[in-house]
């Protein structure tokens, strides 16, 4: 991938889209071609097709997808499913159709069984059953890295996948009920402290491990992947180091200068118990994350009181 080349960056919008288009812009790429939905209906097959036809990118990043958090997952069963599904099977097709040299479709950690061995291999894909609430946006992330796979297998395309950890940092989403755990805790600490209240309720008894990735070390990842990888077996994209929801909320917590106290709601659901992924083939290539925890965290909180003054 060269700096002149035509790269098109589906879901330039989301958070981890618009991070890739700063890793590319900061590398020099000058021919970064992005569309907002009113722009181009990803769901909408023959106005994806034309617009392959008509732009003729060389370099796809697939970023775009419906996305959200356990209660989203869970409540929007069939538009996760649907709308996955059609977004990646028209740009996958529509990339093979008009001569594409390389697509990077980008997945999740959802993907692997619920109880699957820890940390997550690669390996690990379908070898058990998915945890429920996640089920349907994790059946289509699975389809997409098997497009990309079958692809690769029946016209020889360069298709790579990649599947980051949880991810956080500017553009998030903060929505009170369709956001990810980082984002949430971080609205909810920063709204406790504006109200002088007490005490902040956490989701679950606070035990359950996760990962988190700053979005421009995932972006940063993802130009490494596609100037430097080449294989079928999709590679996972991850931190290296978990931490627990209630340590993660006490460094938000400390971060935002909240000073009252953490409850945890037990009737709520814990999701996933642990989910690490093994990120040693990616970190084998020679790439390694460069922003700590804290500092993301820093970094998104900042972000947040920027987007809730705009608004």
């Keep these: 991938m060269k700096t002149d080349d035509c790269v098109f960056v589906a879901g330039h919008r989301g958070m981890v889209g618009s991070a890739i288009v700063r890793a590319l ?7 970064i071609v992005t569309k907002t939905r009113a722009a181009l209906d990803l769901l909408n097959q023959s106005a994806v097709a034309d617009f392959f036809e008509h732009e003729k990118p060389e370099y796809v990043f697939l970023a775009a997808a419906k996305v959200g958090g356990i209660m989203a997952n869970n409540t929007y069963r069939a538009d996760f499913l649907y709308e996955n599904l059609l977004i990646e099977t028209n ?8 001569g594409v040299k390389k697509l990077l479709f980008l997945g999740s950690s959802c993907i692997y069984p619920k109880m699957a061995p ?8 379908l070898s058990g059953f998915l945890e429920p609430t996640n089920e349907p946006y994790a059946i289509a992330k699975i389809a997409g890295i098997k497009l990309c796979e079958a692809y690769r297998d029946q016209y020889g395309c360069n298709f790579i996948s990649a599947m980051p950890t949880n991810m956080y940092g500017p553009n998030d989403n903060y929505h009170p009920e369709n956001s990810h755990v980082l984002p ?3 609205r909810k ?4 402290k504006t109200a002088n209240q007490n005490t902040v309720t956490v989701w679950g008894d606070g035990s359950p491990l996760r990962e988190f990735l700053y979005a421009d070390d995932l972006a940063d990842a993802l130009v490494f992947l596609m100037q430097h ?4 077996q999709f590679v996972n994209v991850g931190y290296g180091e978990d931490i627990s929801i209630g340590e993660l909320a006490q460094m938000v917590k400390e971060t935002v200068g909240f000073q009252g106290d953490i409850e945890f709601d037990t009737s709520k659901p814990n999701g996933t118990p642990k989910k690490l992924m093994d990120s040693s083939r990616l970190f084998s290539l020679g790439w390694k994350p460069s922003v700590s ?8 909180y900042q972000d ?8």
């Excluded at 740009?91 to 008009?98: G, R, V």
């Excluded at 820890?118 to 894909?125: M, V």
């Design 25 to 31: 812009q900061r590398e020099g790429y000058t021919k």
């Design 91 to 98: 740009i996958i097709h529509s990339a093979y159709k008009n």
């Design 118 to 125: 820890q940390p997550l291999k690669e390996e690990y894909l």
């Design 184 to 186: 949430a805790l971080i």
């Design 189 to 192: 600490f920063h709204e406790a």
């Design 229 to 232: 990888y080449n294989e079928k």
């Design 293 to 300: 925890l804290k500092e993301g965290i820093a970094l998104a």
């Design 304 to 311: 947040f009181l920027k987007i809730t003054a705009e608004h």
